[in-house]
């Protein structure tokens, strides 16, 4: 995972539980960085998100990964 990632707390905060590293390591290994892993995070809009959220909904990819607030 890139080191900017963990330097926001509520990631390291998040990934430091076991149960949190195995169910939230995954979403973010599986959706979130091969979509973001390349934006920075200044540059991520609201509707940046939105679109991201709404492909998720499109590939089937669970109401896990696509729970997030859609606002």
Do not use: C, F
């Not at 995972?1 to 707390?9: D, E, G, K, V």
């Not at 979403?27 to 960085?33: A, C, D, G, L, T």
């Not at 991201?52 to 859609?70: D, F």
Request: no cysteine; net charge neutral.
């Amino acid at each position: 995972m890139p080191a900017r990632l963990l330097s926001i707390p509520a990631v390291a905060a998040a990934l430091d539980e076991p149960h949190t590293l195995r169910g939230d390591g995954s979403s973010i290994k599986n959706h979130v960085m091969p979509y973001w892993a390349d934006w920075e995070m200044r540059a991520i809009t609201r509707m940046d998100v939105q679109s991201w959220i709404r492909s998720l909904i499109e590939k089937g990819a669970g109401p896990a990964a696509s729970s997030g607030p859609t606002t």
